[in-house]
């Protein structure tokens, strides 16, 4: 895969994926993704972005201003066997 922004390569990488919403941060860490080696773009494959807004949808309102989750080992398994 190619960074779109900068055409640099992008690799595995996990990160920590972090959504503001309404004065709350949704913090999710141990995120697959693919990270651009030149200029650190992230992205995300689209059954992983799916599962990042479903958690912060699921997220309530009243979990605090910084709410930290795991991402699920059961989607990390999916992404390795690719
Ligand atoms: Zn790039």
């Given at each position: 895969m190619?960074?779109?922004?900068c055409g640099?390569?992008?690799k595995?990488?996990?990160?920590?994926?972090?959504?503001?919403?309404?004065g709350?941060?949704?913090?999710?860490?141990?995120?697959?993704?693919?990270?651009c080696?030149?200029?650190?773009?992230?992205l995300?494959?689209?059954?992983v972005?799916?599962?990042?807004?479903k958690?912060?949808?699921?997220t309530?309102?009243t979990?605090g201003?910084?709410?930290i989750?795991?991402?699920?080992?059961?989607?990390?398994?999916v992404?390795?066997?690719?």
């Amino acid at each position: 895969m190619i960074c779109p922004h900068c055409g640099g390569l992008l690799k595995k990488d996990i990160t920590n994926n972090v959504t503001p919403r309404n004065g709350q941060f949704i913090v999710i860490c141990g995120v697959p993704c693919y990270k651009c080696v030149d200029c650190g773009t992230v992205l995300y494959r689209g059954h992983v972005m799916q599962r990042l807004e479903k958690m912060v949808n699921d997220t309530p309102r009243t979990a605090g201003n910084v709410v930290i989750l795991d991402y699920p080992d059961s989607d990390m398994e999916v992404y390795n066997g690719h």
